[in-house]
């Protein structure tokens, strides 16, 4: 009997585009679930950062028109000139849900403490 010897080649293995996007849902599922649990309350107050009262808080707001061409940073530097341009975009972002650009004539709220 002759022994016949074999070596085994190294197995490449080919992401496909469709395999990265699986991949990568495959990966963000927990976290968005998190997010949508922490979101609607189900995960509770520690995790959720949110406390139910019977209280209402009342908040100053003044708001600002875009003009054509205008950014977040020309119009935090007009309301707060004192104040770090990123502090105040990161607020006025937060305070209107804003996730992308602006557009002109939108109406922005702004925190009344930056207009005083």
């Known amino acids: 009997?002759?022994?016949?010897?074999?070596?085994?080649?190294?197995?490449?293995?080919?992401m496909t585009?469709?395999?990265?996007?699986?991949?990568?849902?495959?990966v963000a599922a927990p976290v968005l679930a998190a997010g949508a649990l922490a979101g609607a309350g189900v995960l509770g107050?520690?995790?959720?950062?949110?406390?139910a009262s019977s209280s209402t808080a009342t908040v100053e707001?003044?708001?600002?028109?875009?003009?054509?061409?205008?950014?977040l940073w020309q119009i935090a530097a007009s309301v707060a000139p004192e104040a770090d341009p990123r502090d105040v975009v990161a607020e006025i972002e937060l305070l209107n849900g804003i996730r992308g650009a602006i557009q002109p004539g939108e109406q922005l709220a702004i925190p009344a403490h930056y207009s005083r």
């Open 1 to 14: 009997m002759t022994a016949i010897a074999t070596t085994a080649a190294p197995i490449r293995i080919r």
């Open 17 to 26: 585009a469709r395999g990265r996007r699986a991949l990568a849902l495959l």
């Open 61 to 71: 707001l003044e708001t600002v028109t875009v003009v054509p061409g205008q950014s």
């Open 45 to 51: 107050d520690a995790v959720a950062g949110a406390v």
